[in-house]
């Protein structure tokens, strides 16, 4: 099956550190810089799909309590306080916390892993985001945790919205040396290759952190057919990511108790299970509770 992993080990389980790894990754000062960069830049949806999937729900949890799961900087804060005063800002990292809290000036955050959520009681929220592909940050089994928690302190009525990585798509099997995307057609012409060029020229520093990032982590790559962890090009290929197909996700929200909604292609089109998953990037969720 092509997946774009190329050289990928076989199927081993996930390093124990990688967990570790990325979270000392979201606390380093250039990716907490980057984080607020794009807050400050985007001012909005992330993309298309993310748009969709909170369009669909706000009639639904309107005025509802919001839990924002892995806000990092604040992007989806101001969005998310339109539809209700009631919200609540949580990340595991301190440094993105810290830096919420100095844009974010009298908002309730705190520093939470979305893997234990106990202090929260059961039935708390309307509607609860896990945005820009966050949830794909840690384990397979931990993805599995996260949503049961999500389950849990989701009131009857309310919605889940979360996104997550493509293994079919462009983001997954990246290289620092590459010419074109994964899934994505090849373009020899001389604009291309003189602006794929100048981005590694503009910023030498960050070709070269990309470099080892992706030599160190892509020996930790797994593919599991209908999952699988890699490097992602983001953040210099420091982080391990996990991606998904629609036979894994679909399975993923069974077993925590979820139904899955609607999803969403990063250009806000709604997919079927039976849809062809080559070529979209990754997929915007929303969910209620299965029963």
């Known amino acids: 099956m092509n997946n774009g992993l190329n050289g990928m080990a076989s199927p081993t389980p996930c390093a124990p550190t990688v967990m570790d790894q990325n979270n000392l990754v979201f ?21 298309a799909g993310e748009r969709s999937a909170l369009l669909e729900a706000a009639p639904t949890v309107r005025n509802q309590p919001i839990l924002d799961v892995g806000v990092g900087t604040g992007r989806t804060t101001p969005l998310l306080q339109l539809l209700s005063d009631d919200y609540l800002a949580v990340d595991y990292a301190p440094e993105m916390v810290a830096a919420f809290c100095t844009h974010h000036p009298g908002v309730r955050c ?15 929220f309307g509607l609860i985001v896990f945005s820009n592909n966050a949830i794909d940050a840690v384990s397979h089994d931990d993805r599995l945790v996260i949503l049961r928690e999500f389950r849990r302190l989701l009131k009857p009525d ?27 057609p090849l373009k020899l012409d001389a604009k291309e290759r003189i602006r794929s060029l100048g981005k590694r020229a ?21 593919d599991h057919e209908t999952w699988a962890v890699g490097p992602m090009a983001a953040h210099d290929y420091q982080l391990m990511v996990h991606f998904t197909t629609l036979v894994d996700l679909f399975d993923l929200a069974e077993q925590a108790g979820l139904r899955i909604l609607t ?12 849809q062809e998953e080559y070529g979209v990037d990754n997929f915007n969720v929303v969910a209620a509770q299965s029963n």
């Open 27 to 47: 606390n380093t000062d250039h990716v907490v810089r980057e984080y607020r960069r794009n807050a400050v830049l985007n001012g909005g949806f992330l993309d």
């Open 110 to 124: 705190e520093c939470q892993d979305a893997r234990d959520l106990h202090r929260y009681p059961d039935a708390s």
């Open 158 to 184: 309310g919605r889940v919205i979360f996104s997550t990585l493509n293994m079919r798509g462009p983001t997954c099997g990246e290289h620092p040396m590459q010419l074109t995307r994964p899934t994505r």
């Open 202 to 222: 503009l910023n030498p520093k960050s070709f070269a952190r990309a470099v080892r990032g992706w030599q160190r982590n892509h020996r930790l790559a797994v």
């Open 263 to 274: 999803i969403y292609t990063e250009s806000g089109v709604p997919i079927t299970c039976d």
